[in-house]
């Protein structure tokens, strides 16, 4: 794969690409973009990683897979190119932020200005089929995106995970509770949002967090 992976988390992940696992899930993958439409563009797979070294996280806020419409996934979980409609989960993210902090309602989802600042923005899975939600599940992503939420666990502290749905909670069952802080809340999906997911806070509660920690604060305006 012709990928863009920081050099931070390439040490960190060393051992993972030696692995049988992920040499059948590059392969796996290296075949789909040459016979099928996938998500997102191939140098942008990595983009969580790159965008967000290792030594400069702060929050990691985990997605399941990337959008799988046209133009849409940029290789941060629930994050759109800029250009693109919000998708519904984002607007519902927007409109939590907004009750929380007051912050206005952005037209743009591209939400890498988050990851600059250390939100790790990581799906489970990486990539995905065109119009095809789910088709790369089980060949290896779950693994790989496992072991980095371990090595962040294990070699860090202090720490935001911010985990909405039942699949981030249980993606993040390892998580160190005594090192680092961690909110759960329902998913910002229109069919999860009303049972818990709005007047949650979580954008407060890790400024507060880290402002505890006397660790800079994200600006979370868009």
């Not at 060393?14 to 040499?23: A, L, T």
């Not at 796996?28 to 973009?33: P, Q, S, T």
């Not at 927007?94 to 309602?105: A, S, V």
């Not at 980095?148 to 993040?172: D, R, T």
């Given at each position: 794969?012709?990928?863009?992976?920081?050099?931070?988390?390439?040490?960190?992940?060393?051992?993972?690409?030696?692995?049988?696992?992920?040499?059948?899930?590059?392969?796996?993958?290296?075949?789909?973009?040459?016979?099928?439409i996938i998500y997102p563009p191939a140098s942008k797979i990595f983009s969580a990683f790159d965008n967000t070294p290792f030594d400069q996280v702060k929050v990691v806020l985990i997605g399941q897979d990337p959008y799988h419409g046209a133009g849409q996934a940029n290789g941060l979980s629930f994050s759109v190119a800029d250009g693109v409609k919000l998708p519904?989960?984002?607007?519902?993210?927007?409109?939590?932020?907004?009750?929380?902090?007051?912050?206005?309602?952005?037209?743009?989802?591209?939400?890498?200005?988050?990851?600059?600042?250390?939100?790790?923005?990581?799906?489970?899975?990486?990539?995905?089929?065109?119009?095809?939600?789910?088709?790369?599940?089980?060949?290896?992503?779950?693994?790989?995106?496992?072991?980095?939420?371990?090595?962040?666990?294990?070699?860090?502290?202090?720490?935001?995970?911010?985990?909405?749905?039942?699949?981030?909670?249980?993606?993040?069952?390892?998580?160190?509770?005594?090192?680092?802080?961690?909110?759960?809340?329902?998913?910002?999906?229109?069919?999860?949002?009303?049972?818990?997911?709005?007047?949650?806070?979580?954008?407060?509660?890790?400024?507060?967090?880290?402002?505890?920690?006397?660790?800079?604060?994200?600006?979370?305006?868009?």
């Open positions: 794969m012709d990928v863009k992976l920081d050099a931070s988390w390439k040490e960190v992940l060393k051992n993972e690409f030696e692995k049988d696992y992920f040499k059948n899930l590059t392969e796996f993958v290296r075949n789909e973009y040459k016979t099928k519904p989960s984002l607007r519902n993210i927007y409109k939590e932020l907004n009750d929380d902090l007051g912050i206005g309602i952005s037209t743009s989802g591209n939400l890498e200005s988050w990851a600059k600042q250390g939100v790790l923005m990581l799906n489970a899975t990486l990539t995905v089929e065109a119009s095809n939600a789910g088709s790369h599940q089980n060949r290896g992503w779950e693994e790989f995106t496992d072991a980095a939420i371990e090595a962040l666990s294990n070699q860090k502290e202090n720490l935001v995970f911010i985990l909405w749905g039942a699949y981030a909670q249980k993606k993040g069952a390892k998580i160190n509770r005594s090192k680092h802080f961690v909110i759960e809340s329902a998913h910002p999906s229109p069919f999860a949002a009303h049972r818990g997911f709005f007047e949650s806070k979580p954008f407060s509660k890790t400024n507060a967090f880290l402002k505890s920690k006397n660790l800079q604060e994200i600006n979370w305006k868009i």
